[in-house]
């Protein structure tokens, strides 16, 4: 039985052997092993036979043997058994009946074993003959042909010398799987799973598709990849060449066994362009394939940093051969690829050349991926490889320099893939509040140095850059830490010594200025731009302590108030004496200080009174209004960041160590960290043009209110109407008021006034719905899904208003835009000819853009070239390829439906934009031009600067829905009178040549343009609930050919808008530096008069310039956090001020204030003031108006407080 379970094992054995003479040698092994266990027990048969045996006679009683050694006895009876087996001749014969049976039964069986052995070892070794017969041949024939040519001794020995060695080195044998015939034999299922167990783990030594295995991603694409092939197991001898330089890339490798020796020089590279384009992005239709698009093109010069190789080893010179050591020589670097590495991964994502050779060093193996099989599989069964294709082009315009066939940079390819299959986090404030962690601990107050080096250091890291994720977790981490250095900056609860009472006070002024800053932006409305200086302004998203953490500095426009006034109040508060606001730049009050020079300050643009934030060049730096006051940033007393440790924050943020001996401080003088920034400039009375005026005016945009007040206020006025068309008095207080109930509402702010006003906002579908249905609208106009996106556009495009008579309407907000090219032989206007609707599914022709980098979607076509350029925002790929899953739903096998046909709209009008409730009147003009006409900021601020020129031009009035504009807005009316305020601009540009290079195609006789949208219903007589595409046809018309554009002739009423005076119109600059002028910080940079930007900020933070980076939407360089302060706003200031930093110093009411509007947004930071009872629910100061603003809390910003 254990013989049978050897047998077993060797059979198992044997199968895992590749090398035939290795087998057929086993296999003599085995016959010889067979034959020895046979004459073992042969042998112990005989032995027994005449042991066991009673008779006297034996043969070894007849030889006298039986007082011999046992292995005297063991190895006679083997002796014995080789000759009844024909070897040999022994003087033992039988003695016994017994004996003479057995001996004659080992006769028998020896003439079969005989047999046996000779016939297998005939077989076996006739089989190694035929083994090296085919090696012989070959090199007989390899010898006459070297006869037969007369080559040279020299190379002769060479090759033979090389052949030898490579049948030394010669691995297993590699068997293709084409070479296998039993493998023809199995069953699809079978040879699909067993080609995938061979090749998925060489494929998944890549983090693409090692994630991609781990992902829940549909895991069809794989087998795809394997069914058709794409994937070929190919070997190579020694020196064998794997590709060479200047081929185009069809393959990915990845290298099995052996080892390669990549080959890459400066001599060729330098002249090699290698051009990249995005293969992932091709469009579909009808199930056919497309040219590969050739936007997005970029051009990259491969360069290398490597020169000679000094040492070599002997075997590389020789698996490179005569040539390859030349170029060696002459200057080419190599690296070498072993089994578990990958080659050529850009052919997969780019268009790719080679840009180096690469060689076999010995025998090795590799795993093929055919490229253009890859794309086409993927292209159809795995829409995130287009996101991973989109990072990988990033990251190769990044890193152009060092990108080559061999890189393998793990980490960042890590990163990329993690982003494509993970899906990205959006940024929740919520998680930047810092945790009660016990009933002793709390984030709030770091515990030990450990905790404070985490508090002071970032999580940022350069390969998260590819990762969205990575980088929204950094950005949260980071934020949560802002928040704790800003609150400890201003509490710090340590014991300190005071050197002096002059020093004393001193802190004291200084944490009474941070305190009251973050009162006035809190209440301020801090809004930011993405971009330097733009109109186009979003409310402050973040933490409102992260406005000073990370490298920008805080913009704020004083208005009717002198900075005198507004600095003296954040260092002194409300209780100024006359004393305290005697003061200039030049002798700013103590502990602020006069700085003689800074690399930042502001520019007010004349026509719009706009103040811009710039850099400061060559004698700007020394102009007067710099000034700087010393913080103790981090909180007084607590662990500074300090290499050596063991340091603490000093009142001035000089770091001290403590002295145990003596009880004092040991200041370290040479370093100082934390310095506030002041830039104060005063632009006197101004007059503001009448845009300059809207651009600070947004819409109503309402608070909550409740079913009862809203019904009861409109069911009251309409009894009031009745009571007056029948001759009766108005009943007091039920006329046309400014209160909603108990909700003050705010009267419409734009110059335009009338008799409506805008309803408090909707809580649901259904209370807006009760509110339709009481206001008399027909049953039948009233739907659940008309309702539904009208609650949803309120507030956002619309709003809802009542007039005194109790009745309702909806009124949006349109830019029209004469843009007019004036040129000395004409005068031309742009106007949109023609709108087309397209379902997703259909191919819209040249100017389709499957996918630029960030997957936006607008295109350009002109008469002279065709060229795509991502907006800034607007729908991403993955919608796209969601709308395009939705379709498939629908039946449709493909990403493009074709049943579907295209909408045509005749909608003649200039440029008309759809403006939002809560967005000032040039940010729509701005955010148009960028988003629509992709224009740069050169452009846009010419447009708007233009805008401002031709202001007398401007009016308001009142226009009905646009076709081609607003026309899913009538779908979501349900029977509602809809109208629109129109703001009429004009623009002139290209006046001068520089025109024609900032502004483009747009300056092109006819182009188009191309939108993504949601829904297309309504849109002429399109009834699709499908999104699409809007096509919009643009030609520039003399002005008689487009005087029928919607637009362009000025309407019978309109308003006019006049201009306004403002006084005292100042600027204060505010930023947060690591350290004062010429000193150290604690991180070992040095503020020296190059005034060069650091990587780290004041708080041990990465910059906002890193983060846009990783393609976060955070404050520009210049300009990107501002606010405004007038008067009205100035005094809320103060009366807040007064009543909160009146309390007890330090106070529990005082710490909870500020720790909620540090975590805060600018809208959650409304809302709890509004709880505060510190401003009207939900309202907002601006410009002596009440503004009605959206906002919602943070679900738990004070929850662990």
């Not at 006869?147 to 590699?174: D, E, G, M, V």
């Amino acid at each position: 039985l254990k013989v049978a379970k050897i047998q077993k094992l060797v059979e198992i054995f044997t199968q895992r052997i590749h090398s035939n003479l290795t087998l057929t040698a086993l296999n003599i092994l085995k016959v010889a092993i067979a034959i020895y266990l046979l004459i073992h027990i042969v042998s112990c048969g005989w032995y027994f036979v005449c042991d066991a045996g009673e008779s006297s006679q034996s043969w070894v009683r007849q030889d006298d043997a039986i007082d011999e050694t046992f292995l005297f006895l063991y190895t006679s009876s083997v002796y014995w058994t080789l000759t009844q087996i024909g070897f040999g001749n022994s003087a033992l014969e039988p003695q016994n009946d017994a004996e003479l049976m057995y001996s004659m039964g080992v006769g028998c069986l020896g003439l079969f074993v005989c047999s046996w052995l000779i016939g297998s070892i005939v077989i076996l070794m006739t089989r190694l003959i035929h083994l090296q017969k085919e090696q012989r041949e070959q090199r007989d024939q390899l010898r006459d042909f070297m006869c037969k040519h007369r080559i040279s001794w020299p190379l002769r020995n060479r090759i033979w010398t090389f052949l030898q060695q490579i049948r030394k080195k010669a691995p297993k044998h590699a068997l293709q799987e084409s070479n296998i015939a039993l493998m023809q034999h199995l069953p699809k299922a079978a040879t699909l799973e067993l080609r995938a167990e061979v090749f998925v783990p060489a494929l998944t030594t890549h983090p693409f598709f090692s994630t991609y295995a781990v992902s829940k991603a549909n895991k069809f694409a794989m087998h795809r990849l394997v069914e058709k092939n794409a994937l070929q197991e190919v070997a190579f001898n020694p020196e064998h060449e794997l590709f060479a330089d200047g081929e185009d890339a069809l393959f990915m490798y990845f290298v099995t066994s052996g080892e390669f020796l990549y080959c890459s020089g400066n001599q060729h590279m330098n002249a090699l362009m290698a051009t990249l384009t995005l293969p992932m992005d091709a469009s579909r239709s009808s199930g056919q394939s497309k040219p590969r698009p050739s936007h997005k093109m970029i051009s990259m010069t491969a360069t290398t940093t490597g020169g000679g190789v000094s040492h070599q080893r002997t075997e590389d010179r020789v698996a490179m051969g005569a040539v390859g050591w030349q170029m060696l020589e002459e200057g080419f670097y190599t690296s070498t690829c072993r089994a578990g590495d990958w080659m050529c991964e850009p052919a997969l994502w780019l268009r790719w050349l080679h840009l180096g050779w690469a060689v076999a060093k010995g025998h090795a193996e590799v795993v093929t991926l055919d490229v253009l099989l890859f794309q086409r599989t993927l292209q159809d069964s795995l829409p995130q490889a287009a996101k991973y294709a989109k990072l990988f082009l990033a990251y190769a315009n990044r890193h152009r320099d060092s990108l080559d066939d061999v890189f393998n940079d793990v980490s960042h390819l890590r990163w990329m893939a993690q982003d494509t299959f993970e899906p990205p986090l959006k940024f929740d404030i919520a998680q930047c509040v810092p945790h009660k962690l016990s009933n002793v601990r709390s984030e709030w107050q770091p515990a030990d140095r450990r905790a404070w080096n985490k508090v002071w250091s970032s999580v940022f890291r350069e390969a998260q850059l590819c990762n969205r994720s990575a980088m929204i977790a950094t950005l949260t981490a980071d934020m949560k830490n802002d928040v704790v250095m800003v609150y400890q900056t201003i509490f710090s609860n340590v014991p300190f010594a005071w050197a002096s009472e002059e020093e004393r006070i001193s802190h004291r002024l200084k944490i009474g200025f941070l305190k009251r800053f973050f009162i006035t932006l809190a209440v301020c409305s801090v809004k930011f731009s993405q971009h330097d200086n733009s109109e186009a302004v979003r409310p402050w998203p973040y933490p409102l302590a992260s406005t000073i953490c990370h490298g920008g500095r805080m913009l704020l426009r004083l208005q009717g108030i002198r900075w005198q006034d507004f600095i003296a109040f954040l260092l002194f508060g409300s209780n100024v004496t006359e004393d305290d606001l005697d003061f200039d730049d030049r002798s700013p009050p103590s502990p602020i200080y006069v700085r003689r020079a800074a690399t930042h300050g502001c520019r007010l643009v004349e026509h719009s009174t706009q103040i811009l934030e710039q850099r400061a060049r060559g004698k700007e730096t020394l102009r007067h209004g710099h000034m700087g006051m010393d913080l103790p940033l981090g909180g007084l007393g607590n662990p500074a960041p300090m290499a050596s440790g063991q340091y603490f924050v000093g009142p001035s943020g000089v770091p001290y160590k403590r002295r145990l001996a003596s009880g004092n401080r040991q200041y370290c003088m040479n370093v100082q960290h934390g310095h506030l920034y002041l830039r104060a400039d005063d632009y006197g009375t101004l007059c503001m043009s009448p845009l300059a005026v809207l651009a600070q005016t947004t819409e109503s945009n309402q608070s909550w209110a409740s079913r009862e007040s809203i019904i009861e206020r409109l069911t009251g006025l309409r009894q009031v109407a009745r009571l007056s068309s029948m001759g009766l008095a108005d009943l007091p207080g039920q006329g046309r008021g400014s209160t909603f109930g108990d909700l003050p509402v705010s009267r419409d702010p734009d110059l335009l006034q009338n008799d409506w006003e805008p309803i408090p906002r909707i809580s649901s579908t259904g209370l807006l719905k009760d509110i339709i249905a009481n206001s008399g609208v027909a049953e039948d106009s009233i739907d659940e899904e008309s309702v539904e996106e009208l609650r949803r556009l309120l507030g956002k495009e619309l709003v809802l208003e009542y007039n005194s008579e109790g009745e309702l309407r909806l009124r949006g907000r349109l830019v029209f835009l004469h843009l007019e090219s004036r040129t000395e032989a004409r005068s031309r206007v742009l106007v949109q000819t023609q709108s087309k609707a397209k379902p997703f599914g259909q191919d819209y022709g040249t100017g389709y853009m499957g996918g630029a980098p960030d997957g936006t979607m607008t295109t350009y076509q002109s008469a002279t070239s065709s060229f795509m350029t991502p907006p800034s925002r607007s729908y991403t790929t993955e919608d796209m390829l969601r709308r395009g899953q939705q379709s498939e739903n629908l039946g449709d096998r493909s990403f493009l439906m074709e049943d579907v046909m295209s909408e045509q709209c005749e909608d003649p009008r200039i440029v008309t934009m759809l403006s939002r409730v809560e967005e000032p009147w040039m940010t729509t003009v701005a955010r148009y031009c960028q988003e629509v006409f992709n224009l740069c900021s050169a452009a846009i601020s010419q447009i708007i600067e233009s805008c401002h020129d031709e202001a007398d031009e401007a009016y308001l009035c009142e226009v009905e829905c646009p076709t081609s504009v607003a026309w899913y807005h009538k779908n979501a009316c349900c029977g509602l009178p809809l109208s629109y305020k129109a703001l009429r601009v004009k623009a002139v540009i290209g006046v001068v040549e520089e025109d024609h290079h900032i502004m483009g195609d747009l300056l092109c006789d006819s182009f188009s343009t191309t939108e993504m949208t949601n829904k297309l219903k309504g849109f002429g007589d399109c009834t699709t609930e499908l999104g699409g595409f809007i096509i919009r046809q643009w030609q520039w018309l003399r002005s008689e050919n487009a005087a029928e554009a919607e637009g362009f002739a000025r309407p019978s009423i309109i308003q006019k808008l006049p201009n306004h005076l403002v006084e005292n119109v100042a600027a204060l600059l505010i930023g947060v530096e690591a350290s004062a002028p010429l000193k150290e910080d604690c991180f070992g940079q040095s503020h020296s008069v190059d005034g060069r930007s650091k990587d780290l900020s004041a708080f041990g933070k990465r910059k906002w310039t890193d983060y846009r980076k990783g393609g976060m939407e955070v404050p520009a360089s210049l300009g990107g956090i501002r606010a405004t302060v007038d008067a009205a706003k100035f005094q809320l200031i103060q009366n807040i001020a007064d009543q909160i930093l009146s309390l007890e110093e330090n106070s529990k009411e005082e710490i909870d204030f500020f720790k909620s509007i540090l975590v805060n947004s600018d809208h959650g930071v409304k809302e709890f003031l509004a709880q505060r009872d510190l401003m009207e629910p939900a309202d907002e100061i601006q410009s002596g108006r009440v503004i009605r603003h959206a906002g919602s809390m943070v679900d738990r910003y004070i929850s662990n407080i």
